[in-house]
């Protein structure tokens, strides 16, 4: 049987050590009408060689960024992902240990999380980071629910510019402990008018680059959050972080992300990685678990988990957040990524994006479709164009382009409209083979 | 006698940059330059991060890995995280393109192939817990908690008792449990186990109300036991108008042997990463998919993912539903391994994992139960709860055998856990272990409860062998140091 080691006469000796003749009487405490009797309705059992046949045809069926011309982002993006990364990710004492609970067993993991926290806060321009949460969604709602924590205002204020998926993250977790969401309007892409922050705001929400592309204010952001005693929560791109001023730069309290760029493969959208820094002033109030430097008896420097108790396993219902498992190992990804690129590296990145965002522009505009917004923006932009753009991004993808994504479902009226994100990995031909397929696809 | 100690390297990153190495060859630029502050309004002029050579970046990590410990490493008892092996093959047909590379907001049509994967999961798990609705949304334990506590909520919301604000969590709970509650807006209210180790009925009775929303029960308990009442138990909380969860976290004693749904819970959350032997990768990705019945499935997050003429399709039109609890479909990559673990299992071979987990919990338990009491003396489930009291007259706590352990090559059972235990020492072996693996940690134990009546300095100093001695945790707090900054 597939991975149980054990043999006829292990089973026997086991039992008799325990005492007893079978394994069915160590179950005597499970009532007999509750035992199952039948084996399950269940697949029959495969073996390694036709489970990896299955699974090359089930991977076969779908569409991916291997066999098609990816300019679909939204969020998460077809970047390049060093080779170092899977081989440092796949080590066997990283992928299967536990939590770090047992420090001087867990050195290695604890020292990779204390730099993975200090490459997020300095990306973010923040005093400090957590070990990370699930996602970008999950922490931009953890982060809004920790500013009603601290403040008790009872609604959140967050710009419709901000990630329409996210958006409904965050409205679920708000409606389990009766926080209104209140939306703040864009207008022409960029978020202006916070007429609707007052008082009553816990805090105020702002994407940077907002699901558009565009770079926000966030200078006016703040402003807005401070005139109304709100704490500022941005949520922030990390690879736009290596061109754009970070969001420390304008006094966020809290800025949240989603790193899945940095070295996670796209993965249907799982598993991703959340991003989470703080001003200092919050670290007893903050999600999640967080890892600092000690040392022990004899003076040697090492890592714990710290700032324990806020945490569910001490707390329980006092606790700040009740995350437990968090994103560890996407968090090593997006360390081993941020090691391997570094300083000069994620500039590149960075700039080979902007450059390519600036071309496919040009090429795009030119093929017959429009610019929704204009403003300023960081790898990704609106196309508008004359026809349903659901039908465009079908049409394309006959032609083996993944075009972006119509923006219809997220944003009645825009029907007409794609979102498209080039990343640092398309390179000049492919965006005049999208000019060119574009062109005759609205033709 | 003293050998020479190799010293290691123990230098951050930071400390190993020099300024202009770049550690990986990147997608070379070839669209024409562009004015960076024009096209962007300002430019950050600081990026403390760090340079290295690829190589450099190689040899850090591998030393950090060999001053860390895994599954692959060695026996990983803890207890309550079912540390089982996790197969390379499942690694292998996650990493394939056709999984790694596609967008969750592609077009649905685009991926039939991921789809299948989610839903076969979705159905297989189904049958295993006898739930007829399972989502993989939930992104963790905690999460799936927290989403099946939503679905109560807006249960008895729909049905104009709103007012049912009250959760009852059992006092050997997991901590998660009334954190959840707390994140769900509810309130919580504990009760007592009794000497039996079980849920004390007539404080259970005492606490139903009608204000009762739910009772969250972890089955098999967090002593490792079962709840014999367990019927009796859900009748009386179906009867105070409130429903039952069932902590999915101990799954691993009851694969292919009993189902959860038969026993009277409304809903639970599982574990993938513990019972369908996800890698738990350092403390996450978690992979909590939660199972409900027909009262709760109207609220379900969106979209729920179903069959429509043989094909796997998502129905968005959940009029009902609580929202999103997450962006996307869950852990997809996380699913694809735990579809590719249950198929190598299937039909003939599922219930050998309950089985086999029981056998070497109760295995372990027979070996130690003389130096190492439980702390109910019965037969066990997938783990065993002892308690090291009988040694704290010698002044050894439970904490100082755990760290003695390591000196011998073990990992530590978990420490402490259920709060209701003095001393507790929680060992889960899970089915992948051998009977010599387990020889030797109960060899291991055995000896070091020796050393603890003899010498019981040597689990006081323990560990010496590992990198670092017990760290100052109240240092750490003291001189909070989470971020490391240049001198």
């Given at each position: 049987m597939p991975y149980i080691p054990h043999t006829e006469e292990?089973?026997?000796e086991m039992l008799a050590a325990i005492g007893v003749g079978s394994i069915d009487e160590l179950f005597r405490d499970i009532p007999e009408e509750l035992r199952l009797k039948e084996p399950l309705d269940l697949p029959p059992s495969m073996d390694e060689?036709?489970?990896?046949?299955?699974f090359f045809q089930l991977a076969a069926q779908n569409r991916s960024s291997a066999n098609a011309l990816w300019f679909l982002g939204a969020g998460l993006y077809d970047r390049y992902i060093p080779a170092t990364v899977p081989a440092v990710v796949s080590r066997g004492e990283f992928l299967t240990s536990y939590t770090p609970y047992q420090p001087e067993l867990s050195q290695g993991y604890l020292q990779a999380i204390y730099e993975f926290q200090t490459m997020v806060a300095h990306l973010y321009g923040m005093d400090m980071a957590n070990a990370s949460m699930y996602d970008g969604a999950t922490a931009m709602a953890e982060a809004a629910i920790m500013a009603h924590g601290l403040n008790g205002r009872p609604k959140v204020c967050v710009s419709s510019a901000v990630h329409p998926v996210w958006r409904q993250v965050l409205r679920t977790y708000c409606w389990a402990v009766d926080v209104e969401v209140v939306e703040i309007p864009h207008s022409d892409g960029r978020t202006s008018d916070f007429s609707v922050v007052d008082d009553q705001t816990a805090c105020v929400i702002v994407q940077y680059p907002n699901f558009f592309g565009v770079i926000e204010d966030l200078g006016a952001a703040r402003d807005a959050a401070r005139a109304a005693g709100a704490l500022f929560v941005v949520a922030a791109d990390p690879t736009a972080m290596g061109l754009l001023p970070p969001p420390g730069e304008f006094d966020a309290d809290v800025v949240v992300g989603e790193g899945q760029p940095l070295g996670i493969p796209m993965g249907f959208g799982g598993p991703l990685l959340g991003l989470f820094a703080f001003k200092k002033q919050y670290h007893r109030s903050f999600p999640g678990r967080i890892v600092g430097r000690t040392q022990d008896k004899?003076?040697?420097?090492?890592?714990?988990?710290?700032?324990?108790?806020?945490?569910q396993d001490i707390r329980r219902e006092k606790a700040t957040s009740n995350i437990c498992t968090n994103s560890a190992l996407m968090g090593l990804c997006a360390t081993v990524y941020l090691a391997a690129l570094g300083k000069n590296g994620l500039r590149q990145v960075a700039e080979t994006t902007v450059r390519n965002t600036r071309y496919a522009i040009g090429r795009l505009t030119q093929a017959g479709a429009r610019l929704r917004f204009d403003g300023r923006v960081f790898g990704e932009f609106v196309l508008e164009l004359d026809r349903d753009a659901e039908e465009v991004q079908r049409r394309l993808l006959d032609r083996g382009i993944m075009a972006g994504l119509p923006l219809g479902r997220f944003y009645p009226g825009m029907e007409r409209?794609?979102?498209?994100?080039?990343?640092?990995?398309?390179?000049?031909?492919?965006?005049?083979l999208y000019a060119e397929e574009l062109k005759e696809v609205l033709a | 006698m003293s050998r020479t100690k190799r010293v290691p390297d123990m230098r951050l990153m930071f400390e190993k940059s020099r300024m202009g190495r770049v550690g990986c060859n990147l997608p070379a630029p070839t669209t024409p330059e562009v004015d960076l502050e024009q096209e962007l309004g300002a430019v950050r002029s600081d990026l403390l991060l760090p340079e290295l050579s690829e190589l450099e970046v190689l040899r850090h990590f591998t030393h950090l890995s060999h001053i860390n410990y895994g599954i692959e490493t060695g026996f990983y008892p803890l207890g309550s995280c079912t540390m089982k092996y996790n197969p390379k093959v499942n690694e292998r047909v996650a990493g394939l393109s056709g999984f790694a590379g596609i967008h969750p907001l592609q077009p649905e049509e685009t991926v039939p192939g991921a789809l299948e994967v989610l839903l076969s999961v979705q159905e297989m798990l189904e049958e295993i817990t006898g739930f007829d609705h399972v989502t993989l949304q939930p992104l963790a334990g905690a999460h799936g908690e927290l989403t099946c506590l939503m679905l109560i909520k807006a249960y008895h919301e729909s049905r104009g008792e709103g007012g049912r604000k009250v959760v009852l969590v059992p006092d050997s709970a997991h901590g998660t449990n009334p954190a959840s509650a707390a994140r769900a807006g509810f309130r919580v209210k504990p009760i007592p186990t009794n000497e039996d180790g079980l849920t004390d009925l007539e404080a259970l009775k005492a606490a139903l109300g009608p204000d009762t929303a739910t009772l969250m029960l972890t089955n098999p308990s967090t002593l490792g036991l079962f709840e014999r009442n367990i019927a009796q138990i859900c009748d009386m909380v179906h009867a105070a108008g409130a429903l039952v969860f069932c902590d999915g976290a101990n799954m691993n004693a009851m694969v292919g042997t009993t189902r959860p749904s038969d026993h009277g819970f409304d809903c639970m959350h599982l574990n993938l990463h513990k019972t369908f032997s996800t890698p738990h990768g350092g403390g996450g990705p978690g992979c909590g998919a939660i199972g409900a019945n027909e009262l709760l499935a109207p609220f379900l997050p969106t979209p729920v993912l179903v069959r429509r003429d043989g094909k796997a399709a998502f129905d968005h039109d959940r009029p009902q539903s609580i929202g999103k609890v997450s962006p996307y479909y869950g852990q997809f990559l996380l699913a694809v391994r735990a579809l590719s673990y249950l198929l190598a299992f299937g039909r003939e071979h599922m219930a050998d994992i309950s089985r086999h987990a029981v056998l070497n919990a109760n295995y372990v338990q027979a070996r130690l139960k003389d130096v190492?009491?439980?702390?109910?003396?019965?037969?066990?489930?997938?783990?065993?709860?002892l308690t090291a009291a009988p040694y704290k007259k010698q002044g050894v706590r439970a904490l100082d055998i755990s760290k003695r352990l390591i000196d011998y090559g073990f990992h530590p059972p978990t420490n402490y856990f259920p709060l209701i235990v003095p001393e507790a020492l929680m060992i889960e072996p899970t089915e992948t272990e051998t009977k010599e693996t387990l020889d030797a940690f109960c060899d291991a134990l055995r000896a070091i409860c020796a050393e603890a009546r003899e010498n019981p300095d040597l689990l006081h100093d323990a560990p010496t062998t590992q990198v670092v001695?017990?760290?100052?945790?109240?240092?750490?707090?003291?001189n909070l140091d989470v971020c490391w900054r240049p001198s």
């Open positions: 292990d089973r026997r060689y036709h489970l990896q046949r299955h004899d003076g040697n420097p090492g890592f714990v988990m710290t700032l324990r108790t806020r945490e409209c794609l979102l498209v994100a080039v990343t640092e990995c398309r390179l000049k031909d492919e965006i005049d | 190492l009491p439980p702390a109910h003396d019965r037969f066990c489930m997938h783990e065993c709860v001695g017990r760290l100052d945790e109240t240092a750490a707090v003291k």
